[in-house]
């Protein structure tokens, strides 16, 4: 049962796979510069690198905005930002993202359970939402005048510019995709943190992994999965639908939103900062779409090639429809999970009670073992 | 980096090839039309011979390149503009090859006082092959060196193009039969068709070094 409650993440993570890892490698598969097959090994490595490794930073702030309890709960949750995704993805082509969907699902269980939602946390996550694309467009800029200027001066033969720019794309690729892991991590297992099917420890040959960390390591793989199985079409409808990105603009933009996604994920750099006694930002999960496309009016910008303003106006659309969508979505699954099949979508919800008193299980912190008793 | 780069080492080399080729042949045009006008006919024959060897090298070479260029995707973005850029550059040699081949078979009788005025237009012509070369291969390596040759190979178009027209001023104000008079502005025309080509590579140039800078 607990693997038909973390199949919703699941899905959140092929579908993430399937959709951001075309950002990262789209343009670079799409022209020819890269194998489909290199490609796909390199993010699906690094995407799971990066979300064992440093996922628990962003999926901290998404657990203050809701601390989800129960299983169904988070497999309601999960699975009402999917459809959130999926439905606005086919029926208006905006550019929405599990970020802003998953969020407002979290708020729909706080308002179906009546647990209080964390301001200062949806407002970190909201400005996060702004400052993405808008860092992104502006590293892009930078990045982009600077080659601009620096390529003519050093003189590099055009070929050996085609190789440096491949070695760039894998290179530039795989730090994006270690960001994804990272920061989106957080979309696809974060409300599962709380109700974690897995043992405090596990052993992996040499290595141990906490519960979180098994957690993350399934959801990674399963963007892995994502990106091997369907993300191949994505990239080649990238790669030949932006004629007008180069291959060395497309290294500029995916190297601008990895950087973005890192800023916002990385609990190192966090640590880093601190250490040295220097302010440092909330960690949250940013949407990578939306720090592309930021990073591609970045590069627009500075050709003075024209600002597409439906395109911003997408983007903003997207900050509204999405969470709205998912939020709405959400209620009505978390009506249904509970009232239709009965279960328990939060840790004091009624049926939990009532299953919790009719098992006379030992309440715990909050209520019952959520984990133990969907089994 | 060496083994980074040693697969494009080795067509950057054919390119340079390529390029070698068109230059040197341009040249072997130039002096064997003064060999012409000289009337040193052997001389003539073995210019005539060398230029051929170029332009076959330079066809096999860019037959090459251009095969490597599909078959491994080098530069998919530029692909479509240097394969242009080489056929069009080809033209030049083939153009002087072709004009070179038309003197040995038609041995046009030029009148010795318009020598200098068919050497002069040889030279304009030739110089603008040369500026093209340069701009080519500062395309690959030096791209802001690029405007400054294609502003001589306008120079030296240009330049033939007045010389060519005094030629044939002075070609059809002299008491010659007609059918000479074409015979000798045909040699004029096909002399300024190699600075002609060498401008219509430098048009495609012109926009291909715009599209390069990202």
Redesign the interface.
């Known amino acids: 049962m607990t693997w038909l409650f973390l199949s919703s993440g699941l899905f959140l993570g092929w579908s993430l796979g399937a959709n951001d890892a075309a950002n990262l490698f789209g343009t670079a598969v799409g022209t020819k510069m890269l194998r489909f097959r290199t490609a796909a090994l390199v993010a699906s490595v690094f995407v799971v690198i990066g979300a064992v490794s440093g996922g628990h930073g962003a999926t901290r702030t998404l657990g203050r905005l809701g601390a989800i309890d129960a299983i169904a709960g988070a497999f309601t949750v999960a699975l009402a930002a999917a459809l959130a995704v999926v439905l606005l993805l086919r029926r208006t082509g905006l550019p929405v993202s599990i970020t802003q969907a998953i969020v407002g699902a979290i708020v729909g269980w706080n308002l179906f359970t009546g647990r209080p939602t964390d301001m200062k946390a949806l407002a970190q996550l909201l400005s996060s939402w702004l400052a993405s694309p808008l860092l992104s467009g502006t590293i892009a800029a930078f990045l982009f005048l600077g080659m601009r200027a620096a390529i003519p001066r050093l003189k590099v033969h055009l070929l050996e510019v085609d190789v440096l720019t491949r070695v760039g794309l894998l290179v530039v690729g795989a730090f994006a995709a270690f960001s994804l892991g990272m920061n989106d991590i957080a979309n696809v297992m974060g409300v599962f943190v709380r109700v974690s099917p897995f043992p405090e420890s596990t052993s992996l040959g040499p290595f141990r992994a906490t519960s979180v960390e098994m957690l993350f390591l399934l959801g990674g793989l399963a963007i892995a999965t994502g990106i091997v199985t369907y993300s191949e079409r994505i990239m080649l409808r990238i790669g030949t639908g932006l004629t007008s990105l180069s291959p060395l603009a497309a290294l500029l933009v995916v190297l601008s939103s990895g950087t973005v996604q890192f800023l916002f994920g990385s609990p190192g750099l966090q640590q880093v900062l601190h250490a040295r006694g220097l302010p440092g930002w909330p960690l949250v999960p940013v949407s990578a779409t939306q720090a592309v496309v930021g990073a591609i009016l970045g590069i627009s910008l500075v050709r003075k090639s024209g600002i597409r303003v439906r395109e911003l106006g997408k983007i903003a659309l997207g900050w509204v429809a999405a969470p709205l969508a998912a939020m709405l979505i959400a209620l009505v699954g978390l009506y249904i999970v509970r009232n239709v099949f009965e279960l328990p979508v939060s840790a004091d919800s009624p049926a939990r009670k009532a299953a919790s008193a009719g098992a006379s299980t030992p309440a715990g912190p909050g209520g019952a073992n959520p984990v133990s008793s969907a089994r | 980096m060496p083994l ?2 040693r697969r ?1 080492r080795a ?2 080399a054919q390119i340079d090839q390529l390029l070698d080729a068109i230059s040197e042949g341009c040249l072997v045009f130039g002096q064997g039309i003064e060999d012409y006008l000289r009337s040193d006919l052997d001389r003539f024959e073995q210019r005539l011979r060398a230029i051929g060897e170029f332009e076959h090298k330079a066809d096999a070479l860019r037959r090459e390149i251009e095969t490597r260029l599909y078959t491994e ?6 692909r479509g503009d ?1 394969l242009g850029l080489l056929e069009n550059i080809d033209n030049v040699i083939d153009e002087a090859k072709k004009t070179l081949a038309q003197f040995a078979v038609e041995r046009p009788e030029i009148p010795p006082d318009l020598s200098a005025d068919y050497l002069d237009l040889a030279h304009a012509s030739v110089e603008s092959a040369q500026h093209i070369v340069s701009a080519v291969r500062a ?6 060196a690029v405007p400054d040759h294609i502003h001589k190979v306008y120079f030296y178009e240009k330049e033939a193009d007045r010389l060519a027209d005094r030629l044939k001023r002075k070609i059809f104000a002299r008491d010659l039969e007609l059918a000479r008079k074409i015979h000798l502005r045909y040699f004029c025309l096909h002399v300024e068709t190699v600075s002609d080509r060498a401008e219509d590579v430098a048009d495609r140039l012109s926009i291909y070094t715009i599209k ?3």
């Open positions: 980074l780069f494009t067509l950057e995707s080098l530069i998919p973005d530029h240097v395309f690959f390596r030096d791209i802001t390069r800078t990202i």
